[in-house]
């Protein structure tokens, strides 16, 4: 059969790590980049992203989960249809074969494939395992993955993926990714389904009452600013990996839920100096993302000698991002009382 090149060549050259906290799950960074990449208004789907952060902080400390285990309360299957996208799922039980004809169906009309299957079960995710050093108990743990396009004629499958915060398309060969399913079948295929974008007719006012709605019953604490600051000095002495240390986790949860909460403040039409002042917020929640994961990288080197200085310059950060925060939240409600419809909000959204 026909490779089907044209029908997502378009989408490849566009499609980038869109998830610069690397706070995602699989299946949503994957999905992530490629709306980005097909233009859909996906900012709108972020009215919610304001992530409580005692939720995060049991997720992370409590339960000791990673941060692509969390469950967002935005960017959910359930809200993707209000921008137009759906799923297309099958009935069908299938094997290996049957999925790449049914794949190739699919990816001829210009969907992508979503499906989930063994870490080790596909080529280059098992490479990638083994560069950035993965430990093998986690081999088999499922991942989602995002299929491009099948050429039986190149013995290729073309993949598009997010590994350690880096975005890029991957190659497999078919034969052997055919083999590796044989080894563990019962671990493929607990979901698939196809991606179906359409531009749609926006109501910009459901988004930003929805929004609205939202602010008003939300109510935080912000605790987890100190708890962070309180656990670093016990973290620098765990031996772990980077990605495994909760304060790792609760900042990249904390960092990507309001920088997707920002990206809806830009496209909404909110006041330009509001917006200006979540921009700073979420830029200094990105330097405390890389001072903390540059601090665990030094321990996981087994060198501790900038550790106190780097804690010292986190905390402070942390305590100046908390202040800074909480005044945003009090100026985000006074705001939507006085805006009570997007139509009256001052700034110009961007799917006016």
């Not at 208004?41 to 989960?65: H, M, N, R, V």
């Not at 596909?122 to 490479?127: D, E, R, V």
């Not at 980077?242 to 403040?265: K, W």
């Not at 804690?311 to 991002?321: G, Q, S, T, V």
Request: hydrophobic share 35%; proline share 2%.
């Amino acid at each position: 059969m026909a490779t089907h090149e044209n029908a997502y060549a378009n989408w490849m050259e566009r499609m980038h790590n869109e998830d610069a906290a690397d706070h995602f799950s699989c299946d949503k960074k994957n999905l992530l980049a490629y709306l980005y990449a097909v233009q859909a208004p996906t900012d709108l789907l972020f009215a919610k992203a304001l992530e409580d952060t005692g939720t995060i902080a049991e997720s992370c400390y409590t339960k000791k989960q990673y941060r692509w285990n969390f469950k967002t309360k935005y960017f959910n299957e359930k809200d993707w249809s209000s921008i137009g996208v759906h799923t297309l799922r099958t009935d069908e039980k299938f094997d290996f074969d049957r999925f790449v004809e049914l794949a190739e169906f699919e990816i001829g009309n210009g969907r992508p494939i979503m499906f989930e299957a063994p870490k080790c079960g596909i080529p280059y995710f098992l490479a990638l395992m083994k560069q950035y050093k993965t430990p093998t108990e986690e081999y088999n743990m499922n991942h989602c993955y995002m299929l491009l396009n099948v050429s039986r004629e190149k013995d290729q499958l073309a993949f598009f993926d997010v590994y350690h915060g880096i975005g890029g398309i991957h190659y497999s060969s078919l034969a052997e990714t055919r083999e590796r399913y044989t080894e563990t079948s019962r671990l493929w295929f607990y979901d698939c389904y196809a991606v179906d974008y359409r531009v749609s007719q926006l109501d910009l006012n459901a988004f930003y009452q929805t929004h609205r709605e939202f602010l008003l019953s939300n109510y935080d604490e912000l605790s987890l600013y100190q708890m962070i600051a309180d656990m670093l000095p016990y973290e620098i002495s765990e031996t772990l990996l980077t990605y495994q240390v909760s304060s790792v986790n609760a900042v990249s949860l904390l960092y990507g839920s309001r920088l997707m909460f920002s990206r809806f403040l830009k496209t909404i039409g909110y006041p330009e100096d509001l917006v200006k002042r979540y921009t700073e917020l979420v830029n200094n929640l990105s330097t405390i993302q890389k001072r903390v994961n540059v601090l665990f990288s030094q321990i996981e080197l087994n060198n501790r000698s900038n550790a106190n200085r780097f804690i010292i310059e986190i905390k402070r950060r942390l305590n100046e991002a908390f202040l800074q925060e909480r005044s945003l939240n009090a100026s985000l409600v006074n705001t939507i009382n006085s805006y009570p419809s997007q139509e009256s909000l001052k700034g110009a959204s961007s799917y006016a």
